[in-house]
Nanobody, 128 residues
Framework: QVQLVESGGGLAQPGGSLRLSCVAS?????????IGWFRQAPGKEREGVSC????????YYADSVKGRFTISRDNAKNTVYLQMNSLKPEDTAVYYC????????????????????WGKGTLVAVSI
């Protein structure tokens, strides 16, 4: 059974930082996979934040997070991270990780292709 478990969410002040982790079990992430972070704010549609190709490390970032968020992976731990710096109130959302057998990071993040498995999410709240 494939499971994706997110952690690291919480309350942060504007300008602060958080690091999210997503551990995958029941699946070996390899050259055929992309894994990404998505978020859903109250009353809004889920959007792709950042996706990384597990083979070559190529990454996609939404314009709203470029220069502030960094996605990375640890192949040995079957884990992907999202380092979030310079947080803004508009970053407040439930953050989900997802993966699938697709190698195109833009296709997954922007066009929502290949989303085979989802985690249950972790809440990030940015407020004074």
């Amino acid at each position: 059974q494939v499971q994706l478990v997110e952690s690291g969410g919480g309350l942060a002040q504007p300008g602060g930082s958080l690091r999210l982790s997503c551990v995958a079990s029941g699946i070996t992430l390899d050259i055929y996979h992309t894994i990404g972070w998505f978020r859903q704010a109250p009353g809004k549609e889920r959007e792709g934040v950042s996706c990384i190709n597990y083979n070559d490390g190529s990454a996609y970032y939404a314009d709203s997070v470029k220069g502030r968020f960094t996605i990375s992976r640890d192949n040995a731990k079957n884990t992907v991270y999202l380092q979030m710096n310079s947080l803004k109130p508009e970053d407040t959302a439930v953050y989900y990780c997802a993966t699938g057998g697709i190698t195109n990071v833009q296709a997954m993040c922007l066009w929502r292709h290949g989303l085979d498995y989802w985690g249950k999410g972790t809440l990030v709240a940015v407020s004074i």
